[in-house]
């Protein structure tokens, strides 16, 4: 009797582990079948972006307010105009540069620079002073580094502009996970996963608006695009279930088993890629290449990992878990929108590919494809 009571937690526990990896796969590949022109042919990355956000943004606003699962904060046009806004702004940059990359190179060689994460992230956090240049994490970068030139070196189907995008987007991500810390530590503003789609989705929607009537529209006056609506509806569902289906995960799990779920989930996305995008080659040389990368990533997860159990065993037992939520939230690969929380912080992820818009000890995952729209 009692081995049920331990067992049932923790199976559900890896289930609800199963259903991040799948959904967070299922979300990326699902973006790049819509947007190839080898397949279903909707090759207009901010249009899908939109999409996602004007999604996310309708179910959050119908939650909040028609049937009031959780209450609204109380935002101020001041802490909107400094906070929300540029938050979005750089948010809505990083969906769209990922997105556009996968019209360029395949979903394996994004997944390998994703690596990169941890390094944009760490040299934003030098240059806003919100971190200090420290040797042990500079020569984890050092490796990542190496390792992401190798697997680069190893790609057959290598695209200067698609990298380009992908790397500008990593960025744009970066300096958003920063900029959060760095904007909303100081007004204590606390969101939920829903409250966070609730300001951050529309924004993000209106910033979007600009680049697609620039870009996008014209093209889609002149060509034919075929627009399925249940294709749409599905994707962008199944991009809001990875939303939630984070928040699952990090409400019952510690960050060292995300990060080990999302190496494997890695791992089993490239291998996925090369399955259903025949034209995707892996070399051995890309193999290599990511191989050394992780470790640098591992290894620097290890540091940051270590240091978040050095900062707790100082606090008072009740701020032990807020303060491994917000480190945790803050360091996470993207993927997809990550929101540290701090006794204020917007969340957000993946965004994944994986970067969410969360707070508290928990996560969501705005649409961000990580495939930088939707999902992670």
Same mark, same amino acid.
């Given at each position: 009797?009692? #081995?049920?009571?331990?067992?049932?937690?923790?199976?559900?526990?890896?289930?609800?582990?199963?259903?991040?990896?799948?959904?967070?796969? &299922?979300?990326?590949?699902?973006?790049?079948?819509?947007?190839?022109? $080898? @397949?279903?042919?909707?090759?207009?990355?901010?249009?899908?972006?939109?999409?996602?956000?004007?999604?996310? #943004?309708?179910?959050?606003?119908?939650?909040?307010?028609?049937?009031?699962?959780?209450?609204?904060?109380?935002?101020?046009?001041?802490?909107?105009?400094?906070?929300?806004?540029?938050?979005?702004?750089?948010?809505?940059?990083?969906?769209?540069?990922?997105?556009?990359? @996968?019209?360029?190179?395949?979903?394996?060689?994004?997944?390998?620079?994703?690596?990169?994460?941890?390094?944009?992230?760490?040299? +934003?956090?030098? !240059? *806003?002073?919100?971190?200090?240049?420290?040797?042990?994490?500079?020569?984890? +970068?050092?490796?990542?580094?190496?390792?992401?030139?190798?697997?680069?070196?190893?790609?057959?189907?290598?695209?200067?502009?698609?990298?380009?995008?992908?790397?500008?987007?990593?960025?744009?991500?970066?300096?958003?996970?920063?900029?959060?810390?760095?904007?909303?530590?100081?007004?204590?503003?606390?969101?939920?996963?829903?409250?966070?789609?609730? @300001?951050? /989705?529309? *924004?993000?929607?209106?910033?979007?608006?600009?680049?697609?009537?620039?870009?996008?529209?014209?093209?889609?006056?002149?060509?034919?695009?075929?627009?399925?609506?249940?294709?749409?509806?599905?994707?962008? !569902? *199944?991009?809001?279930?990875?939303?939630?289906?984070?928040?699952?995960?990090?409400?019952?799990?510690? /960050?060292?088993?995300?990060?080990?779920?999302?190496?494997?989930?890695?791992?089993?996305?490239?291998?996925?890629?090369?399955?259903?995008?025949?034209?995707?080659?892996?070399?051995?040389?890309?193999?290599?290449? @990511?191989?050394?990368?992780? *470790? &640098?990533?591992? +290894?620097?997860?290890?540091?940051?990992?270590?240091?978040?159990?050095?900062?707790?065993?100082?606090?008072?037992?009740?701020?032990?878990?807020?303060?491994?939520?917000?480190?945790?939230?803050?360091?996470? $690969?993207?993927?997809?929108?990550?929101?540290?929380?701090?006794?204020? &912080?917007?969340?957000?992820?993946?965004?994944?590919?994986?970067?969410?818009?969360?707070?508290?000890?928990?996560?969501?995952?705005?649409?961000?494809?990580?495939?930088?729209?939707?999902?992670?």
């Amino acid at each position: 009797m009692s #081995g049920k009571m331990i067992n049932r937690p923790l199976l559900l526990t890896y289930f609800y582990l199963l259903i991040y990896v799948l959904l967070s796969s &299922g979300v990326i590949l699902y973006n790049k079948w819509v947007l190839s022109p $080898k @397949y279903f042919n909707f090759p207009l990355p901010i249009t899908l972006t939109m999409i996602h956000m004007g999604f996310s #943004g309708l179910v959050a606003f119908f939650l909040v307010r028609v049937f009031k699962v959780v209450a609204p904060v109380k935002m101020t046009f001041e802490i909107y105009a400094t906070c929300v806004i540029p938050i979005s702004a750089f948010f809505a940059s990083s969906l769209w540069f990922g997105n556009t990359a @996968y019209l360029h190179i395949s979903v394996a060689f994004i997944q390998m620079l994703k690596a990169l994460m941890p390094v944009a992230t760490f040299i +934003m956090a030098v !240059l *806003c002073g919100t971190d200090k240049p420290r040797c042990d994490v500079f020569s984890n +970068m050092l490796l990542v580094s190496v390792g992401v030139v190798v697997s680069s070196y190893g790609e057959i189907h290598f695209n200067v502009v698609g990298t380009l995008y992908q790397v500008t987007g990593i960025f744009a991500e970066a300096l958003r996970l920063v900029l959060t810390q760095v904007l909303l530590q100081k007004k204590g503003l606390t969101l939920n996963p829903i409250t966070s789609l609730y @300001y951050i /989705a529309p *924004c993000s929607f209106v910033f979007l608006s600009v680049p697609w009537l620039l870009l996008e529209k014209p093209a889609m006056e002149v060509s034919q695009i075929q627009f399925n609506f249940w294709i749409f509806f599905s994707n962008a !569902l *199944c991009a809001l279930a990875l939303n939630f289906s984070i928040f699952l995960v990090i409400g019952r799990t510690g /960050a060292v088993t995300i990060r080990v779920a999302g190496v494997l989930k890695d791992w089993i996305l490239i291998a996925l890629s090369t399955v259903i995008f025949p034209e995707s080659i892996i070399t051995r040389l890309n193999i290599i290449g @990511y191989a050394i990368a992780l *470790c &640098g990533v591992v +290894m620097y997860n290890y540091i940051k990992v270590k240091d978040v159990r050095a900062t707790a065993s100082q606090l008072p037992i009740d701020a032990i878990p807020e303060r491994i939520s917000k480190d945790w939230k803050l360091e996470k $690969k993207s993927s997809d929108i990550y929101v540290p929380n701090n006794g204020g &912080g917007l969340s957000s992820d993946n965004v994944d590919e994986e970067t969410p818009l969360t707070q508290s000890s928990r996560l969501s995952h705005v649409g961000r494809s990580s495939i930088g729209s939707h999902g992670a």
